[in-house]
């Protein structure tokens, strides 16, 4: 569903942000990215969705190449979902608005129906309470769900979420996880840009460790944290799973 | 100090304000509608855009506003073989020199939006026109409110410059009625007092707005 072919990234000349990454990942899958800051996760998954240029290789994207001037990227990235750090909420529109805004616009549905959906997501992600709301009347932990309802609104085959619960207080955190692992075991396609060891046990397909910009190690749940294979990987983990 | 020519003359002279302010609202919304397009064109990536808009602000930011008027009034018949009515004239120098000051008004405000905006309304699949209409320009024109207050008020102050080419806007007339009675003491004053009262206003306006904003900060 997702092959990415030898990407490189460079941010300028001497700035190499990702080096000849490959990976395919498979529809229903949850893929996760950890490592330390600044080794090339969030641009690598802005690359997916072409928020971000790149300069070599190439990411097909359900069979459409990503950066091909032919592609309508509009219409790729109304397909994925994408989750930010920092909610990204539009501060001056309601929740309801906030979720209803893209269907409406690119999906050209009736306000009707995308409101009566959008309760039905909300309902899903478990404060239908708040839609009449404004983000700045929001928790955390709620605005992260209405961005994740915002980001399903568009019924989406792949959701990027990039690391979703690092703004969050700890009491929050679960809450957002909680919808994550429904998501995931609803079948839905995840690339999950996190820290949150607990939910990459729990729901990773394959669990990836990027540094530098390179792609250090990768395996599976069981294989990732028992016998990580490289050094970086072991001192990463012990340094995480405290 | 003698009062009596200011009450004598002044349904004359208030007759002036409706003209200036007249001048004031189409520049105005002529000048913001001006700057509008060329905040997009100096905040796009493409070349051709961004450097005419660039040049455009450039150019007239460093001019004075009547010099502006003076080839507007002046210069325009020898180019287009007509003369230009005053008031058109006026207009279209104002508009066009404004434009570049709120370009700037504006440029400033769409960048004061994050650029996590525009990604998130982006990863939705909006357009960029769309980005910019539904999730970008409100949040912009609500930071720039009391810029474009500000803005309002030096444009007001502004359409004073007018009585070069001969309009009758409000100081004009009051020029005039110094010429009949030769009170300029009073009359100046009064004109001043007037200025003040307006302009004082819209900077309190302004104030408030942007104590609002500060409150509102999310």
Redesign the interface.
């Known amino acids: 569903m997702i092959e990415i072919k030898n990407v490189s990234l460079w941010y300028d000349k001497n700035h190499q942000v990702l080096n000849d990454i490959s990976e395919t990942i498979q529809r229903g899958q949850t893929v996760v990215i950890c490592g330390p800051s600044g080794s090339g996760k969030s641009s690598l998954l802005r690359c997916i969705n072409g928020l971000e240029y790149f300069q070599k290789g190439d990411i097909i994207v359900n069979g459409v190449s990503v950066q091909d001037p032919d592609t309508n990227i509009h219409q790729l990235r109304s397909n994925i979902g994408m989750v930010f750090q920092h909610f990204e909420l539009y501060p001056h529109m309601t929740a309801m608005e906030n979720i209803t805004l893209a269907p409406l616009r690119v999906r050209k549905k009736s306000k009707n129906e995308a409101e009566k959906k959008a309760m039905e997501i909300l309902e899903r992600v478990g404060i239908p309470e708040q839609a009449l709301k404004y983000p700045a009347e929001l928790s955390g932990g709620q605005k992260q769900r209405v961005a994740i309802a915002r980001a399903l609104a568009m019924e989406p085959k792949i959701m990027l979420f990039d690391e979703p619960t690092s703004a969050l207080d700890p009491e929050m955190i679960k809450e957002v996880l909680d919808v994550m692992i429904d998501l995931a075991g609803e079948g839905m396609t995840m690339v999950v840009v996190t820290h949150e060891m607990g939910f990459a046990r729990e729901v990773a397909h394959e669990i990836i460790f990027m540094d530098k910009g390179r792609m250090i190690e990768k395996g599976s749940g069981h294989d990732f944290f028992n016998h990580p294979k490289n050094e970086r990987t072991r001192q990463f983990l012990s340094r995480i799973l405290i | 100090m003698d009062m009596d020519v200011i009450a004598r003359n002044l349904h004359f002279m208030l007759g002036g304000l409706v003209l200036t302010f007249e001048l004031a609202i189409i520049t105005l919304a002529g000048g913001f509608l001006v700057g509008l397009i060329l905040a997009m064109g100096r905040l796009s990536s493409r070349a051709w855009l961004y450097y005419p808009a660039t040049c455009y602000v450039h150019f007239f930011r460093g001019l004075p506003l009547i010099l502006v008027i003076f080839w507007l009034y002046f210069l325009s018949p020898v180019v287009t073989g007509r003369s230009l009515e005053a008031f058109y004239a006026a207009i279209i120098a104002f508009v066009v020199f404004e434009g570049a000051y709120f370009a700037e008004i504006i440029r400033a405000g769409i960048q004061s939006i994050?650029k996590?905006?525009a990604?998130?309304?982006?990863?939705?699949?909006?357009?960029p026109f769309?980005c910019t209409r539904?999730?970008i320009l409100?949040?912009a024109l609500?930071n720039m409110t009391p810029a474009l207050v500000t803005q309002a008020v030096i444009i007001f102050q502004d359409t004073s410059l007018a009585y070069v080419i001969g309009l009758r806007e409000f100081l004009r007339r009051v020029n005039l009625v110094d010429a009949r009675e030769a009170r300029s003491v009073e009359l100046y004053l009064f004109a001043g007092l007037l200025y003040f009262t307006f302009c004082s206003a819209g900077s309190l306006l302004s104030q408030r707005l942007e104590n609002r904003r500060q409150r509102?900060r999310?």
Request: glycine share 10%.
């Open positions: 994050p996590g905006q990604m998130a309304a982006y990863s939705t699949g909006l357009t769309q539904d999730v409100p949040q609500r509102n999310v």
